[in-house]
C-alpha cells in the first residue's frame, strides 16, 4: 500500500521533522472510495499500530530516558524519531478509515459498465493485455494488479463496457486501449 509520505528532512538542516505530516493522496472534494478489503487492511494497521507497536516503542523511549544523557543516547533517539512516524501514520490511518466510503465488488453484479471496484481486461496497441482492479487510493498495488481509482488508466476506463475503446493520457502521450471485458469479482 501507498504510505504517502512527504520526504524526510536528511537531518542536516536542524530541523525537526514532526512538521512533515503525510500528504493527503486525495484532492479535495474526492470521496475515499474503499474495497472491504482495503478497509480491513487499514484498520489492521491502525489497530497494529495504536495497541501493539506504539506501546512497545513508547516503553524502549522510556528505558532509554532513564540511562542518562539523552543528547547521545543512540536508543532514546532513534526510538523517539520512530513514535513521531507512528504518531504520524497514526493520524493518517484514523483520517483515512473515517472517511471511507466501502464499496463492495461483489454488490456490483450485473453491471456492464467500468465503475469502481471492476476488474477489467483490457488489450493495449502492442496486443498485450492487462487485467487491473480499480481500487482506492491507499489500496493499489501495480504488482497484484490493483490500480487507483483516480489514475489515468482508471479514469480512461470508467463508464465503459466491453468493446469500447478509450484513449489513456500519460506522461505527454496517448495510447489506445480496448476494453475486453469487466466483472466485479474480489481479488485479494
Do not use: H
Request: hydrophobic share 35%; charged share 35%; net charge negative.
Amino acid at each position: 500500500m501507498s504510505k504517502a509520505f512527504t520526504k524526510e528532512p536528511d537531518g542536516t538542516d536542524g530541523g525537526d521533522d514532526d512538521d512533515f505530516e503525510e500528504q493527503d493522496a486525495l484532492p479535495p472534494s474526492v470521496k475515499n472510495l474503499m474495497t472491504p478489503s482495503g478497509y480491513a487492511a487499514l484498520a489492521e494497521e491502525l489497530r497494529w499500530l495504536l495497541k501493539e507497536e506504539r506501546p512497545r516503542i513508547t516503553e524502549i523511549v522510556s528505558w532509554a530516558a532513564g540511562n542518562g544523557d539523552r543528547s547521545e543516547n543512540g536508543d532514546y533517539l532513534y526510538n523517539k524519531k520512530r513514535l513521531r512516524e507512528i504518531d504520524r501514520r497514526l493520524r493518517y490511518l484514523t483520517k483515512r478509515t473515517e472517511s471511507a466510503e466501502v464499496v463492495d465488488p461483489r454488490r456490483q453484479q450485473g453491471i456492464e459498465k467500468v465503475f469502481f471496484g471492476a476488474t477489467v481486461t483490457y488489450v493495449k496497441e502492442d496486443a498485450t493485455e492487462i487485467t487491473v482492479q480499480l481500487v482506492g487510493v491507499d489500496e493499489a498495488d501495480m504488482d497484484k494488479g490493483k490500480i487507483n481509482w483516480l489514475s489515468p488508466v482508471a479514469k480512461a476506463l470508467m463508464k465503459n463496457g466491453v468493446g469500447d475503446a478509450v484513449t489513456v493520457r500519460t506522461e505527454g502521450k496517448s495510447e489506445t486501449i480496448e476494453i475486453l471485458s469487466v466483472s466485479y469479482i474480489v481479488s485479494e
